[in-house]
């Protein structure tokens, strides 16, 4: 297959109207053609699958630092949290600097952050060193390319199927979970700890030849409109960006007026708590507890990225025919059920109760982001992707604090369960305050419905 040749975005610096005949006029369509979009979408893919190698890495290697130096689970699961915060906090200012320096630069420079960060870990020796590379290094690295990126690519390159992308591109998280954890889990048991940091550095550093030269900032530098735009739509085309990080501080002050923006930050907040903080960073030391083996455990964690992928594409279908505020309060419900009964499924050998758990969980683990995304752009338009870059923030700074606060649960009473249920009633409260997000009056995004 071929697609129209990719060009330096200097050459596309105006604003005027671009004619795509792909989305036009049938007739002139070349069926043999790959819109430019797909292109970038597929990069982006990658592009995020070597970003969460890095992020699959602290659920399993939190024994192996506590065995060698010592240190304690809070400790360690602080460096987590600064990780996670950073992931979070540095999202919609990434999301600004895309606009005005371009997505290739900004995600090639967090792809070499999060090589430099893995790569160090190897030499450290004190725990202050964890915190610099672990959590401050590589956290500024996935924060500059973290699901922001994912609503900057749709918002930009798709109009049609616009969910469908997000979830497939959400999903990549998940993909990259699947991929990397039971090896870093296998690694780390044969050989230790620093092998697997250094093959994360490795795969990041691969990574950045792809986005150099596929990685485009609009259709209208490439002489293409949006995926599926409508004909006369401005959708895709480049426009003057200004302002920087500050634009980020700018598109708060005024997100932050909108009750949306905060029931929808709130509910991301405890979709953090639920998922990467808690979940994500301590069921394999949870199950451990109860006498499964690390890699016996590390293979469930990737078993639910798997049932993640299938989910988080589906959910990405349906967010572009019913109303997302339906599928948050479907899915924030059935997590925080699943969160409940966890506790009394874990033992040292996997029984069918707990298959039934991963299946279930694993559907519903990062679903949420696709309707998010789309609820962001319909309340916030054009500044869609940072107003979302604010709401993942809150999402990082919840699963901060469940990572820190799960930590020190175990610490104190030498068990999960108290955090387990925890955030199953907050998962309730996140449902609720889906349901009341008022959407605009208008029914129209981009020149297309929507449901």
Same mark, same amino acid.
């Given at each position: 297959?071929?697609?129209?040749?990719?060009?330096?975005p200097?050459?596309?610096r105006?604003?005027?109207?671009v004619?795509?005949?792909?989305?036009s006029?049938?007739?002139?369509?070349?069926? @043999?053609?790959?819109h430019?979009?797909?292109?970038?979408?597929g990069?982006?893919?990658?592009?995020?699958l070597?970003a969460?190698?890095?992020?699959?890495?602290p659920?399993?290697?939190?024994?192996?630092?506590?065995?060698e130096?010592?240190?304690?689970?809070?400790?360690?699961?602080?460096?987590?949290?600064?990780?996670?915060?950073?992931?979070?906090?540095?999202s919609?200012?990434?999301?600004?600097?895309?606009?005005?320096?371009?997505?290739?630069r900004?995600?090639c420079?967090a792809?070499?952050?999060i090589a430099?960060?893995?790569g160090?870990?190897?030499?450290?020796t004190?725990s202050?060193?964890?915190?610099?590379?672990?959590g401050?290094?590589v956290?500024?690295?996935?924060?500059s390319m973290?699901?922001?990126f994912?609503?900057?690519?749709?918002?930009?390159?798709?109009?049609?199927?616009r969910?469908?992308v997000?979830?497939v591109?959400?999903?990549?998280?998940?993909?990259?979970?699947?991929?990397?954890?039971p090896?870093?889990?296998?690694?780390?048991h044969?050989?230790?700890?620093?092998?697997?940091?250094i093959?994360?550095?490795a795969?990041?550093?691969?990574?950045?030849?792809?986005?150099?030269?596929?990685?485009?900032?609009?259709p209208?530098?490439?002489?293409?409109?949006?995926?599926?735009a409508?004909?006369?739509?401005?959708?895709?085309?480049?426009?003057?960006?200004?302002?920087?990080?500050?634009?980020?501080?700018?598109?708060?002050?005024?997100?932050?007026?909108?009750?949306?923006?905060?029931?929808l930050a709130?509910?991301?907040?405890?979709?953090?708590?639920s998922?990467?903080g808690?979940v994500?960073?301590h069921?394999?030391?949870?199950a451990?507890?109860h006498?499964?083996?690390p890699?016996?455990?590390?293979?469930?964690?990737?078993?639910?990225g798997?049932?993640?992928?299938?989910?988080?594409?589906?959910?990405?279908?349906?967010?572009?025919r019913?109303?997302?505020?339906?599928?948050?309060?479907?899915?924030?419900?059935?997590?925080g059920l699943?969160?409940?009964?966890?506790p009394?499924?874990?033992?040292?050998? @996997?029984?069918?109760?707990?298959?039934?758990?991963?299946?279930?969980?694993?559907?519903?683990?990062?679903?949420?982001?696709?309707?998010?995304?789309l609820?962001?752009?319909?309340?916030?338009?054009?500044?869609?992707p940072i107003?979302f870059?604010?709401?993942?923030?809150?999402?990082?700074?919840?699963?901060?604090?469940?990572? @820190?606060?799960?930590?020190?649960?175990?610490d104190?009473?030498g068990?999960?369960?108290?955090?387990?249920?925890v955030?199953?009633?907050?998962?309730?409260?996140?449902?609720?305050?889906s349901?009341?997000?008022?959407?605009?009056?208008?029914s129209?995004?981009d020149?297309?419905?929507?449901?």
């Open positions: 297959m071929a697609f129209r040749p990719l060009v330096r200097s050459k596309f105006h604003s005027a109207r004619t795509d005949l792909r989305s006029d049938p007739k002139a369509r070349n069926p @043999t053609r790959l430019p979009a797909w292109i970038v979408a990069v982006g893919f990658v592009a995020l070597g969460a190698a890095f992020r699959s890495v659920s399993v290697l939190i024994e192996p630092l506590h065995t130096f010592g240190w304690s689970h809070g400790t360690i699961s602080a460096a987590v949290s600064l990780n996670m915060l950073l992931y979070g906090l540095i919609p200012f990434a999301a600004a600097l895309m606009d005005r320096f371009g997505i290739r900004v995600v420079s792809l070499v952050l430099l960060g893995s160090l870990t190897v030499f450290m004190q202050w060193q964890l915190v610099t590379t672990w401050l290094l956290g500024i690295g996935v924060g973290s699901m922001p994912v609503a900057t690519i749709t918002g930009r390159w798709f109009v049609r199927s969910g469908l997000t979830g591109l959400t999903a990549a998280g998940a993909t990259g979970q699947l991929v990397f954890l090896l870093v889990a296998m690694l780390a044969d050989h230790g700890w620093r092998l697997p940091s093959l994360v550095a795969v990041a550093l691969s990574v950045v030849p792809l986005v150099w030269l596929f990685v485009r900032d609009y209208s530098d490439v002489g293409v409109r949006a995926y599926g409508p004909a006369g739509s401005d959708a895709g085309v480049r426009v003057p960006a200004a302002g920087g990080a500050g634009r980020a501080l700018s598109v708060l002050a005024t997100a932050a007026r909108k009750p949306g923006f905060w029931l709130g509910g991301f907040a405890i979709c953090g708590a998922t990467n808690l994500g960073t069921f394999v030391t949870a451990h507890d006498g499964m083996p890699t016996t455990a590390a293979g469930l964690l990737a078993l639910i798997i049932f993640d992928v299938a989910g988080t594409i589906a959910s990405g279908w349906l967010s572009d019913i109303d997302p505020r339906y599928l948050l309060l479907g899915y924030y419900s059935l997590r699943s969160l409940l009964i966890l009394s499924l874990l033992g040292p050998h @996997t029984q069918p109760s707990m298959w039934v758990f991963i299946v279930f969980y694993g559907l519903d683990w990062i679903a949420t982001v696709p309707p998010t995304v609820l962001c752009r319909e309340l916030f338009g054009a500044d869609g107003a870059g604010w709401v993942f923030a809150a999402h990082q700074v919840g699963a901060a604090l469940a990572a @820190t606060g799960a930590g020190f649960i175990r104190l009473h068990s999960y369960d108290l955090a387990w249920y955030a199953g009633a907050l998962c309730g409260l996140a449902a609720i305050m349901v009341l997000v008022r959407r605009p009056r208008h129209t995004v020149g297309l419905a929507v449901p």
